[in-house]
């Protein structure tokens, strides 16, 4: 489990838009909760979203409205689509899952998640 591979980051300017993706080659993201956090210089890695195997996305106040996810699922990739970025969104954004159905109450928790991608740097510039 958890052969994640994060790509589609880059620089862009304020108000541009990225889209990440995240490659399961081990196939668990039809059936298991992923979720997406990112870590910038001196801070907590934070989750940003969260689907489930239903397709039920929950996501941080952060990025409603702006971020949105969707999957590929027979190509095993979720994406994560970031729009109106701002200079704050610069960090490493990371692709997580663990062997569970639902996102639940702690989905923002990177203890909740086992198997994590390398990461992919978004920076972002005025």
């Known amino acids: 489990q958890g052969g994640l591979v994060e790509s589609g980051g880059g620089s862009v300017q304020a108000g541009g838009s990225l889209r990440l993706s995240c490659l399961d080659s081990?196939?668990?993201?039809?059936?298991?909760?992923m979720a997406w956090f990112r870590q910038a210089p001196g801070k907590k890695r934070e989750g940003i979203v969260c689907?489930?195997?239903?397709?039920?996305?929950v996501f941080a106040d952060s990025v409603k409205g702006r971020f949105s996810i969707s999957q590929d699922v027979p190509n095993h990739t979720l994406y994560l689509q970031m729009n109106s970025l701002k200079l704050d969104d610069t960090a490493t954004y990371y692709c997580?899952?663990?062997?569970?159905?639902?996102?639940?109450?702690?989905?923002?928790?990177?203890?909740?998640?086992?198997?994590w991608g390398q990461g992919t740097q978004v920076t972002v510039s005025s």
């Open positions: 997580a899952t663990d062997l569970r159905f639902w996102c639940g109450g702690g989905w923002s928790s990177e203890r909740a998640y086992n198997y």
């Open positions: 689907v489930d195997r239903d397709g039920d996305t």
């Open positions: 081990d196939y668990t993201s039809e059936r298991y909760a």
